[in-house]
């Protein structure tokens, strides 16, 4: 019984501090990968568009790897400032207005989830 207890106490503890490991890495580095094909069937895309949109969201998701790589507060803010305005000015060429307006809308969205829109001030 006693080593049931400590098995489970040790399994406790080692969740413990895998979470808390997950935690802090989670806030020095970004996880962004878009879903070309949810966002494609979101914004009802035809196939033209879908193939600019993707080549649009690659290209953001590695501007935003290389914002989380800076070491300088003021350099990550300025480079994420211009992957997001990067990224909305490729996706107001690919998309018509009425996209445009819900993928703004789901992009803000995105940002304040992932903490981000601290960096658009």
């Known amino acids: 019984m006693k080593r049931i207890a400590l098995l489970f106490v040790a399994s406790l503890l080692m969740s413990a501090a895998s979470y ?8 020095t580095t ?11 069937q979101c ?15 690659e290209y953001f998701s590695d501007r935003l790897v290389k914002a989380a790589r800076s ?15 990067g990224n909305m000015k490729l996706m107001k ?16 969205v995105t940002l304040r989830n992932k903490g981000l829109d ?4």
């Not at 879908?50 to 649009?56: G, P, R, T």
């Not at 690919?94 to 992009?107: F, I, T």
């Not at 601290?118 to 001030?121: A, E, G, I, N, S």
């Open 20 to 27: 808390a490991g997950e935690k802090s890495a989670s806030a």
């Open 71 to 85: 070491k300088d507060e003021a350099s990550r803010s300025k480079l994420v400032r211009d992957a997001v305005l």
């Open 30 to 40: 970004w996880n962004w990968s878009i879903n070309a094909g949810r966002l494609s």
């Open 93 to 108: 060429s690919a998309l018509d207005r009425k996209q445009y307006k819900k993928y703004v809308m789901l992009l803000n």
């Open 118 to 121: 601290v960096y658009l001030d």
């Open 43 to 57: 914004l009802e895309l035809s196939s033209t568009q879908y193939d600019n949109v993707a080549l649009a969201c």
